[in-house]
């Protein structure tokens, strides 16, 4: 093949999808023309990307049998590769589970012949685990305990910078930038992306790697190329979370030394997400989640109304509000009972990404551009997947994808409503802001 004829690949977004695909892409191809481009600096103290974290969990308990088997395959990458060894902490997943979803886990595990060290215990056993350290958390209805202790954590932030920086070192370019909207031209195909400075960037395949600011973007992009098909219509939804870290001092730390990742796990009858705490940071942090996963529809267009992240620069992911402090501090309760009522929550942040209604990824050619693709969805359960799902991505860009992944990650798909889905976000951030009072 003559170099003028081999493909180049830009790619939007450098988020665990978008760094993941650029490291496994100049791995595949070295020499490739591979760009990843971002608002933000991959070095950035701080970054709007979803897996831009103090921590996130990485575990592979999952009910559904295909994430089940790609969790474990990228756990064995964090507790094996030593470029994401160093990011891994192996405490345990302890998981608090209503419905049939702690045999559900070990029913996939027993298929894929796994021999983890996982077991269901009764509330009663459990709650005696680890020094008693979650005797006060809230069991209601809840009939088994899961535990194993393959899972934990990583250090995402950390993590996420030092992949990329590996795939920089290996020859991708990183572009900072912010995206204004795509580029189509004579033919109907994908030729680039336009950014906000009035510049440009072009390749023969791009992919939106780009979480809650994808259905902003193709909304953009529609507008400004009269392509409507490009919206993501009702198959995206973008939403936030909060989360919140609590220092401890060192006497208070004490017992939470060797905690593992907890979990509150929910039906969809609950109308509740998973909720968790994690294990304490090299700060002495502890860290939870809210329940309150939220969209946030306005009008960003004339006449077009979506979820997207807030306007600023930031997604005023520091700004939160006082009833999101407030569920992070419920959650707290929840877990640690009346032992933390002096655990001070000083840092929140609200976190931004995109959903499918059944928490499926989407990862597919985009039907109404060639050379577009879209690779994104992490419904935040997408960190985890952080070593292996670029290489999901380059399958599914040469149409290597098995056909149970193609279709359950396409772009078009029938899509189920969310009624099964726990995780859906079920209320609008509007509803949680601080009222301003009228003078």
Not at 52 to 58: A, E, I, L, R
Not at 220 to 238: Q, Y
Request: charged share 25%; glycine share 8%; proline share 5%.
């Amino acid at each position: 093949m003559a170099p003028s004829s081999k493909p180049s690949y830009l790619i939007v977004g450098a988020g665990v999808f978008g760094a993941s695909t650029a490291y496994h892409l100049i791995q595949k191809y070295p020499g490739a023309s591979v760009t990843l481009v971002d608002r933000d600096a991959f070095d950035a103290e701080r970054r709007v990307a979803a897996s831009w974290d103090w921590s996130k969990v990485v575990r592979a308990d999952y009910d559904d049998f295909a994430y089940c088997k790609l969790a474990l395959e990228a756990q064995q990458v964090f507790k094996t590769d030593p470029l994401w060894m160093p990011y891994f902490h192996q405490t345990g997943i302890y998981w608090i589970c209503r419905g049939g979803y702690a045999q559900d886990v070990v029913d996939n595990y027993t298929k894929l012949g796994r021999q983890d060290d996982i077991a269901v215990l009764s509330v009663s056993e459990a709650r005696k685990l680890y020094g008693g350290i979650f005797e006060d958390a809230d069991f209601t209805g809840a009939e088994h305990v899961l535990v194993n202790k393959a899972g934990g954590w990583a250090a995402a932030g950390d993590c996420l910078r030092a992949v990329t920086r590996r795939a920089v070192e290996l020859g991708v370019k990183y572009v900072v930038a912010d995206v204004a909207s795509l580029q189509i031209d004579a033919s109907g195909a994908c030729a680039g992306i336009k950014t906000v400075g009035g510049g440009s960037l072009t390749a023969s395949k791009v992919i939106l790697c780009t979480g809650a600011y994808t259905t902003k973007l193709l909304e953009l992009s529609a507008a400004s190329t009269g392509n409507t098909d490009l919206r993501a219509g009702d198959r995206i939804l973008a939403a936030g979370i909060t989360t919140g870290l609590a220092p401890l001092s060192e006497v208070q730390a004490k017992p939470y030394e060797k905690m593992p990742v907890g979990f509150q796990g929910y039906t969809a009858k609950h109308r509740k997400p998973f909720i968790g705490t994690l294990p304490l940071t090299e700060h002495k942090e502890l860290k939870w989640w809210g329940e309150k996963i939220f969209s946030n529809t306005r009008e960003f267009l004339p006449g077009r109304y979506f979820s997207a992240p807030p306007a600023a620069k930031d997604y005023s992911q520091w700004d939160v509000p006082k009833l999101l402090k407030e569920d992070i501090a419920h959650q707290r309760r929840l877990w640690y009972g009346p032992k933390s009522a002096d655990w001070e929550v000083k840092t929140f942040r609200i976190c931004w990404d995109a959903f499918t209604s059944t928490s499926d990824f989407i990862i597919s050619p985009h039907s109404a551009a060639k050379g577009l693709y879209v690779a994104t969805c992490g419904s935040f359960h997408g960190f985890k997947f952080f070593p292996v799902i670029g290489k999901y991505v380059i399958q599914m860009l040469e149409g290597e994808l098995s056909p149970e992944l193609e279709g359950r990650w396409a772009w078009d798909r029938e899509r189920p409503d969310a009624s099964q889905n726990p995780e859906y976000p079920r209320c609008e951030m509007n509803d949680f802001l601080d009222s301003v009072p009228r003078l």
